[in-house]
């Protein structure tokens, strides 16, 4: 079955920097849009970025444009997730998730909104202090 399992999580100050890791197993990975998830206590799920199967078409969200930066490795099944410059409403559980179709029926379209995706991980907690 489709696994995702994140790492790379914990407690940083503002200015800091983390990587988050998402090791996907259970499907054929190089096929599949992968995205990064985030979710603060009492707020919805929201988009952070996205990667295509291929590598070549990558979206953000606008508040961490310029900060964060998403990329694969289809031969290692892992997508990651570099942040830089974290300020204290970055906090939140991050999610990486998988596209629900894979790139031969999405052909040009990359997924943003949570209901584009139908496999997720279990989250890791990220935190940044001020």
């Known amino acids: 079955q489709v696994q995702l399992v994140e790492s790379g999580g914990g407690v940083v100050q503002t200015g800091d920097s983390l990587t988050l890791s998402c090791a996907a197993s259970g499907f054929t990975f190089s096929s599949y849009t992968m995205g990064w998830f985030r979710q603060a206590p009492g707020k919805a799920r929201e988009f952070v970025a996205v990667?295509?199967?291929?590598?070549?078409?990558?979206y953000y969200e606008d508040s961490v444009k310029g900060r964060f930066a998403i990329s694969r490795d289809n031969a290692k099944n892992t997508v990651i997730l570099q942040m830089i410059s974290l300020k204290p409403e970055d906090t939140a559980v991050y999610y990486c998730?998988?596209?629900?179709?894979?790139?031969?029926?999405?052909?040009?379209?990359?997924?943003?909104?949570?209901?584009?995706?139908?496999?997720w991980g279990q989250g890791t907690q990220v935190t940044v202090s001020s």
């Open positions: 990667i295509n199967w291929s590598g070549d078409r990558i």
């Open positions: 998730a998988a596209d629900r179709f894979p790139q031969s029926k999405r052909r040009i379209v990359v997924p943003t909104a949570v209901e584009g995706f139908g496999s």
